[in-house]
């Protein structure tokens, strides 16, 4: 800590910020790792790694029915989105509603909400229902936007050894690809190809000295980079707390890509801004200053105990790592507006959330308001994990992204008429008159 306080005061002194990261001038290692140049001076390390050894081909699938093969894992889904002027966000699900049974794993219940209404704001009164103390009903408000979804989506189990299926995993604020080491490992064993990216500023990639290079939009554009470069036919995104909100843009930019989406910690379905109260609104200096402080704290806040154990997978998965100056431009960069309730709602790819109960930094409730936005979410709680769960708890999120992966929707039962009598029938010649 003394060390850390006194490179502070230098940088006060010499009015250069510390910066910890660099990039490095290799194009290509021998340990698997990538660089990408994603703009011209910005260069981003991709770990892109394929089976560990030649697969054997899987056996044909049995063989269906044409009408059988075009129900298998098709979603038909009906939605309308209005949100009012005074905060009121009405999601309905209409007609063509997904099917009760695909819903189970998320609440429980078998039957999916019709409709669910969300209060952003305080009611201001104006939503058509009658206030206390009045004798008239008040004309209900136009809303401020209406969507309507109309679409099939085909949703299949996504296999290893597969030549179409690219597993992307995105890290958080802090981290690196390092976090994702066992998960790695785990689907590369099994057959997937994976690609996993150092956000800018984190890891090996390219540490730009300018804020603007740490927004939510900059580091959005890094992200579509790689995705465009990596990506095949279907694409599945995992997550990890400020890596969820980049799994969300790409799956709302490219729907018809992204096969499923797997949030771990990611938070509420709220466009992000950034607070005016925070401790990375101080100098940079300061913050190098207090960077100790702050790695204590993040091991206090990201792991249910703070035991050796932790202390090294911290250290092993380079988390919290990053210079005090890119620490503070991704904090403040962190503006979104569009994503909002109705930027989640409008998602129709299946999302499964994972949550550690014992994350301080996002609350259990922010996950369970995000299974109710989504039209296809299953919410799975992990009791002996927290925010860093996928290095506390790793076979048991391995088991549980691996489940998603292999989940398909059954197909859809076969409609037979109720009776002889509906199927339609030759015409008869009229009877000759006696």
Request: charged share 20%; glycine share 8%.
């Amino acid at each position: 800590m003394l060390t850390g306080v006194t490179d502070g005061f230098l940088c006060c002194l010499l009015g250069t910020p510390h910066n910890a990261v660099r990039p490095l001038e290799s194009v290509e290692s021998s340990d698997g790792y990538t660089f990408v140049e994603v703009k011209p001076g910005r260069v981003l390390r991709v770990k892109h790694a394929g089976p560990a050894t030649v697969p054997m081909p899987l056996p044909p699938p049995p063989p269906l029915d044409s009408e059988q093969g075009d129900r298998a894992g098709l979603v038909r889904c009906q939605r309308r989105i209005t949100l009012y002027r005074n905060g009121r966000l009405v999601v309905e699900n209409l007609g063509r509603a997904p099917r009760a049974d695909l819903l189970q794993g998320q609440n429980g219940s078998g039957e999916p909400p019709a409709a669910l209404e969300v209060e952003l704001a305080e009611p201001a009164g104006g939503d058509g229902r009658s206030t206390p103390g009045s004798g008239r009903r008040r004309r209900p408000r136009r809303p401020k936007r209406t969507i309507h979804i109309d679409c099939e989506k085909r949703i299949t189990s996504c296999k290893g050894a597969q030549a179409d299926v690219v597993l992307f995993f995105i890290h958080g604020v802090g981290g690196s690809l390092a976090i994702w080491k066992e998960q790695l490992d785990f689907f590369v064993r099994l057959g997937y190809e994976v690609v996993a990216p150092d956000l800018a500023g984190h890891g090996a990639s390219s540490a730009p000295q300018v804020a603007a290079a740490y927004t939510f939009y900059a580091l959005a554009e890094d992200m579509r980079a790689i995705f465009k470069r990596y990506a095949k036919k279907r694409n599945v995104l995992i997550g990890h707390s400020y890596g969820v909100s980049f799994c969300t843009f790409l799956a709302h930019e490219y729907p018809d890509l992204v096969h499923k989406v797997i949030m771990i910690n990611g938070g509420g379905p709220t466009a992000l801004e950034p607070s005016l109260c925070s401790v990375f609104n101080m100098p940079t200096c300061v913050l190098h200053c207090l960077s100790p402080c702050l790695a204590w704290s993040f091991l206090k806040a990201g792991f249910a105990r703070q035991g050796a154990k932790e202390k090294q997978l911290l250290k092993e998965g380079n988390a919290f790592n990053v210079s005090s100056f890119v620490l503070r431009a991704m904090m403040s960069g962190q503006y979104w507006p569009e994503g909002d309730e109705v930027y989640h709602a409008e998602l129709t790819v299946p999302v499964l959330l994972v949550h550690g109960m014992h994350d301080k930094f996002v609350p259990v409730e922010e996950d369970q308001r995000m299974a109710e936005i989504l039209l296809l979410a299953f919410l799975k709680l992990i009791e002996e994990g927290s925010h860093m769960v996928m290095l506390e708890c790793p076979e048991v999120v391995n088991t549980l992204l691996h489940e998603f992966l292999l989940w398909e929707p059954e197909p859809e039962p076969r409609l037979e008429p109720e009776t002889k009598a509906e199927v339609p029938l030759e015409p008869q010649p009229a009877p000759a008159d006696q």
